[in-house]
């Protein structure tokens, strides 16, 4: 299955100001595009042909980093560009994924609080999220072009915390840039679909 670049599922310039089109031109047709084209080029004869990109990434980990860390980041931008969406973040959640942030993460505050702590601390590049694991919600950070799946957990939120992403923008205000994707930019109805999926 050769990887493929998605198109935007909204118009370059539709989640200022929170993030610039140039910041998307950039991270969408320049890095992530790099991610495909590396990635089919390392998928050739990797045995792994054919594969789901999902099991492209779990069985490439640990075994092939090349391949990985370009399926890792593509699996990651994929959804990465459907967890924002204009008018986005802010408090008024889905029922479902509100009353886990409530049993399992201390309500919405502490979450908030929590996810941009981690992305914060994650040192170097990489990605903060929301897990689903053993059925819990936990935050969780991880390098590169790692993500839940090679831990046992299912992502459903993930803010990529590499420079590329936020440095036109926010220069190095991390946090800032964090802010704003919990605030202004999560798409809590992605979240709810892909909860939905895993359960």
Same mark, same amino acid.
């Given at each position: #299955?050769? =990887? !493929?670049?998605?198109?935007?599922?909204?118009?370059?310039?539709?989640?200022?100001?929170? #993030?610039?089109?140039?910041?998307? $031109?950039?991270?969408?047709?320049?890095?992530?595009?790099?991610?495909? @084209?590396?990635? +089919? +080029?390392?998928?050739? &004869?990797?045995?792994? $042909?054919?594969? /789901?990109? !999902?099991?492209?990434?779990? $069985? /490439?980990?640990?075994? +092939?980093?090349? %391949?990985?860390? @370009?399926?890792?980041?593509?699996?990651?931008?994929?959804?990465?560009?459907?967890? #924002?969406?204009?008018?986005?973040?802010?408090?008024?959640?889905?029922?479902?994924?509100?009353?886990?942030?409530?049993? &399992?993460?201390?309500?919405?505050?502490?979450? *908030?609080?929590? =996810?941009?702590?981690?992305?914060?601390?994650?040192?170097?590049?990489?990605?903060?999220?929301?897990?689903?694991?053993?059925?819990? =919600?936990?935050?969780?950070?991880?390098?590169?072009?790692?993500?839940? %799946?090679?831990?046992?957990?299912?992502?459903?939120?993930?803010? &990529?915390?590499?420079?590329?992403?936020?440095?036109?923008?926010? *220069? +190095?205000? *991390?946090?800032?840039?964090?802010?704003? =994707?919990?605030?202004?930019?999560? @798409?809590? &109805?992605?979240?709810? $679909?892909?909860?939905?999926?895993?359960?």
């Amino acid at each position: #299955m050769a =990887f !493929e670049l998605p198109p935007l599922p909204y118009a370059y310039d539709a989640l200022g100001p929170y #993030m610039s089109a140039e910041t998307l $031109e950039y991270h969408h047709d320049k890095h992530h595009l790099a991610y495909v @084209n590396n990635g +089919n +080029n390392l998928l050739k &004869d990797s045995g792994l $042909e054919g594969k /789901s990109l !999902e099991e492209i990434v779990k $069985e /490439s980990y640990g075994k +092939n980093a090349g %391949l990985f860390n @370009n399926a890792g980041q593509h699996f990651n931008h994929i959804h990465f560009w459907k967890w #924002m969406k204009p008018n986005g973040g802010g408090k008024s959640l889905p029922g479902k994924i509100q009353a886990k942030i409530d049993s &399992d993460l201390g309500g919405y505050d502490k979450f *908030r609080t929590d =996810f941009v702590q981690a992305g914060v601390t994650q040192f170097g590049s990489g990605w903060a999220w929301l897990t689903l694991k053993d059925g819990k =919600f936990v935050i969780t950070k991880t390098p590169n072009g790692e993500n839940p %799946l090679v831990h046992g957990g299912v992502p459903l939120l993930g803010v &990529d915390v590499w420079e590329h992403s936020y440095y036109i923008d926010y *220069r +190095n205000l *991390r946090p800032k840039y964090l802010e704003a =994707f919990v605030d202004s930019l999560i @798409n809590w &109805d992605y979240v709810l $679909e892909l909860y939905e999926a895993a359960v």
